[in-house]
Every structure is written in C-alpha cells, then in structure tokens.
C-alpha cells in the first residue's frame, strides 16, 4: 500500500532503472524510492524559493517565528521545531538578519540569552513565499484525495 501512494506522487519514477539494476527486494526498493522522493521535493522546494534566495532551513525558521505570533523564540526553541534539525541554527539566522528577514535582541541581564524575531520586511516576504510554498506543494500532490494523504501518513508514521 505504501509503494502504492508514493507510486502515484512519482508514477514516472522507475527505480530500478534510475539506480541500473535488476529487480529489487520489496523493502530496499520502497527505501530506495522514498530515497528519491525525498530528494525529488527538496529540489522542487528549492527551485521554488531560490527566487527568493533563502534555503528551505531558512524559511522553516521563518515560519517558526511565524508561528510565535509576535512573541521572540530563542536558538533552543528553534532547534526544537526545525523539520531538518541541525547545528548549524546560529548560521542560518545570521544570515536572516543580513537579509532583514529576523532581528536578534540580547538579553542584557543575561547575555547568553538571545531572543529572535520575524521583522515586518520578514513578514511581507514571508507571505510571498508561503504562497509559492504552497502553490509548490499543491502541485506535487495534486495526484493525492484527502483520503490517499491521511492513509500515506498513517503508513509513513509505521517507519520505525
């Protein structure tokens, strides 16, 4: 069921003759494929937001701030809720703030604890970019109902 729903997301998709081999063992070829799959939406997500020059690490950072509904989040808190999770979270904000995408305030009490924010130019882009996120989105699951996605979940979330 599972080679199934992700058949339909990459119905060209071929992976025996993407990878040049004989038939594959029904585990190794679904890895393989989701394999592919994966890196067949991170470049479609790149394309789509390199007119905007961010990462798809720097629009999740984004949306994180978003999502604090004007209210700071701090390095730890966007480690936590990063979908690609990475040290790398300092470099990635710094590089917001040279775009004037976030603003960093350093606590003077305490140093140490920093709190970023999603400025309002962040916010502008932001929405320009979720919409072709979305639109992006939209397009490669265009072959899923509601019905094949909450089953595509379910089978997903049985990946130990």
Do not use: W
Request: positive net charge; aromatic residues 4%.
């Amino acid at each position: 069921m599972l080679y199934i729903c992700i058949y339909k997301c990459c119905s060209d998709m071929n992976v025996e003759a993407i990878i040049k081999t004989a038939t594959l063992p029904p585990r190794r070829r679904t890895m393989i494929h989701l394999m592919l799959v994966n890196n067949r939406i991170g470049e479609a997500m790149a394309q789509t937001l390199k007119p905007f020059g961010l990462s798809m690490q720097q629009f999740n950072v984004l949306r994180i701030l978003r999502g604090q509904k004007g209210q700071p989040a701090n390095m730890r808190t966007l480690n936590e809720r990063m979908v690609s999770k990475m040290s790398n979270t300092t470099r990635l904000v710094d590089k917001l703030i040279a775009k004037g995408l976030v603003r960093r305030n350093v606590c003077p009490e305490n140093r140490r604890k920093v709190e970023i924010f999603l400025t309002d130019t962040g916010k502008e882009q932001l929405e320009d970019m979720s919409a072709a996120v979305d639109a992006q989105e939209h397009a490669l699951m265009e072959n899923f109902s509601d019905d094949d996605l909450r089953r595509l979940i379910e089978l997903l979330d049985l990946i130990k």
